[in-house]
């Protein structure tokens, strides 16, 4: 169970038997101590409630607190102890991006959901919660009741029966996660991985996290300053929030864009000097051996990442062929996936740099997006579906939650398949791509060191998201640089290459490049999949 509902008290107040309220939580505090934060979510739900309901002043009471308040209960008519259900978060800031959480309702609730917010003692805030909001809570039921002029009851006139809210089973392996989370360390960063035969997340990590528990009954200001005030943001999605260039992670895209659109064979090959030139520019854009890689074909170039040969493919494309592959393959859109407020990100064309930065598109900005930089702003969510499409075939959207069912009683109801579509026409073109990524998991290959001594093949893509850039044709080293400012490290795979059962895509933040801080990441996940399968995880 990821998350559940576990017995509690709470004291809970009827305003209208209570003559002076600022005196009663003046009084109730010298019995039970209320924190600020407790104070002034009441007077908030004071004020959304409707004529008639009570409202909670404190939940989650100790046994203590509770005793010492039922001695004293005559005093204070209008408020009582009551049994209630409270959110528990099993694994806490293990999941907590994925789960989310549950708070007080509060205005934009009410205007999100309804009137009915102010009957929900919690309703959800992030995540899973959020997203599958009213299948969780139900429907409430009601009475439709006839009152005299004093406010006392006459009469029935009419009921609403209640509906109870879905049970919902999520295709998150807990082991797997909690092999993700250790895998980074002490890095910040995030990490997903999807079976690529279905769409569904077996892991997502965003770090550093949080405890989403601690929302449940209200913050404190101490606890929601201290996670504010963080400048890792723990609170951040970067699952879904954040957005980095792609680096060279891109290039088996592209190069199937390359061979899709006829512009090359797997086999042809260019020359790598080390420098290249368009006509006319003064500048060079470098290969990553100054002294160049010779000639290249495609599973040498994914190997090794030889620029050299997606500046030329990208030219040779031109911006709006290449806009239409790169758009297919799902960047510059949202994923789909069943959690909250997932971003676009930025597909590089003219017109959107023309509409952000007031500025015509030139050459060189062809060039720089080949290689995965420049404006590109991709989402570990679409490095993942866009890898998973490579090692399966098939571009599917990513799923959290793959049955439901009504109540403890009900049976459990397959979630539909999700919407697919093949990533390439050509089955050779895509088997081509794969044996590149195969190839720099070996010796010569960017990421091999990660794949030494695995008892399956693998296959994978390197990348660098740079933060700070060089200038002119001086390469800036960031381990030299404070560490946000170094650049990001990225790795997206799959395993085992002849078979692909799990991909995935890791970016490590400061971590510089993917082969040492993102593919050991890659490896340690790959490995609890693949071989945990008999209780090694």
């Known amino acids: 169970m990821l998350a559940d509902n576990v017995a509690s008290f709470q004291l809970v107040v009827n305003p209208e038997q209570v003559s002076d309220i ?13 924190a600020e934060s407790d104070i002034q979510a009441f007077n908030q739900s004071l004020q959304l409630r409707r004529r008639g309901a009570s409202v909670a002043l404190k939940s989650q009471l100790t046994e203590e607190e509770m005793a010492r308040f039922a001695v004293d209960l005559w005093r204070f008519p209008g408020v009582e102890l009551q049994s209630h259900l409270v959110r528990r978060y099993a694994y806490g800031d293990l999941l907590a991006h994925v789960i989310g959480y549950v ?71 807990v082991e797997l996660q909690r092999v993700m989370a250790e895998a980074f360390a002490d890095q910040e960063g995030a990490a997903i991985a999807m079976d690529p035969r279905s769409g569904e997340v077996l892991a997502m990590v965003s770090l550093p996290s949080f405890d989403p528990g601690l929302f449940v009954g209200g913050i404190t200001h101490e606890q929601f300053a201290a996670l504010n005030s963080n400048p890792s943001r723990p609170q951040f999605n970067r699952l879904v929030l954040g957005g980095v260039a792609p680096g060279s992670t891109i290039k088996p895209l592209i190069g199937l864009a390359g061979l899709d659109a006829g512009l090359r064979r797997p086999q042809d090959r260019v020359l790598s000097t080390g420098m290249f030139h368009l006509p006319g520019y003064s500048r060079g854009w470098g290969d990553s051996h100054r ?13 090794e990442s030889v620029n050299t040969y997606y500046y030329r493919l990208a030219l040779d494309l031109g911006i709006e062929r290449l806009d239409s592959y790169m758009s297919y393959y799902g960047f510059g859109q949202v994923t789909g996936i069943d959690l909250p407020g997932e971003i676009d990100g930025i597909l590089p064309s003219p017109a959107d740099k023309l509409r952000r930065r007031k500025q015509k598109w030139y050459p060189g900005d ?51 398949e999700r919407a697919s579509k093949p990533i390439s026409p050509n089955a050779g073109n895509v088997q081509a791509v794969r044996d590149g990524m195969a190839a720099t998991m070996r010796p010569g290959g960017g990421a091999w060191r990660a794949a030494i001594g695995a008892s399956y093949p693998m296959a994978g893509k390197t990348g660098t998201a740079q933060v700070v850039g060089r200038k002119g044709i001086a390469a800036v080293d960031p381990r030299s640089l404070p560490l946000h400012l ?52």
């Open 22 to 34: 600022k005196t009663m939580l003046s009084e109730v505090s010298s019995v039970i101590p209320l």
């Open 103 to 173: 708070g007080r309702p509060n205005e934009a609730d009410m205007e999100r959901i309804g009137d009915e917010a102010a009957f929900l003692p919690y309703v959800g805030k992030t995540g899973i919660e959020r997203y599958y909001e009213e299948a969780l809570h139900g429907r409430f039921g009601y009475e439709q009741v006839e009152i005299n002029a004093s406010g006392r009851p006459m009469r029935t006139v009419g009921r609403v029966p209640a509906h109870a809210g879905k049970d919902l089973q999520l295709s998150i392996d």
């Open 291 to 303: 002294g160049g890689h010779g000639w290249t074909d495609l599973s040498k170039s994914i190997a």
């Open 366 to 416: 062809t060039v720089n997006i080949s290689i995965g930089q420049g404006d590109w702003k991709v989402t570990p969510l679409q490095l993942v579906r866009a890898v998973s499409g490579i090692a399966n075939g098939w571009l599917r959207q990513p799923q959290l939650v793959t049955r439901q069912r009504a109540g403890f009683d009900g049976d459990w109801v397959a979630v539909p």
């Open 486 to 537: 170094r650049h990001r490290a990225l790795f997206v795979g799959f395993a085992p290459a002849d078979d692909p059962q799990i991909a995935i895509a890791v970016a490590v933040e400061g971590g510089g490049y993917g082969g040492r801080a993102a593919a050991p990441i890659a490896r340690k996940v790959f490995d609890a999949w693949l071989e945990g399968a008999e209780g090694n995880y």
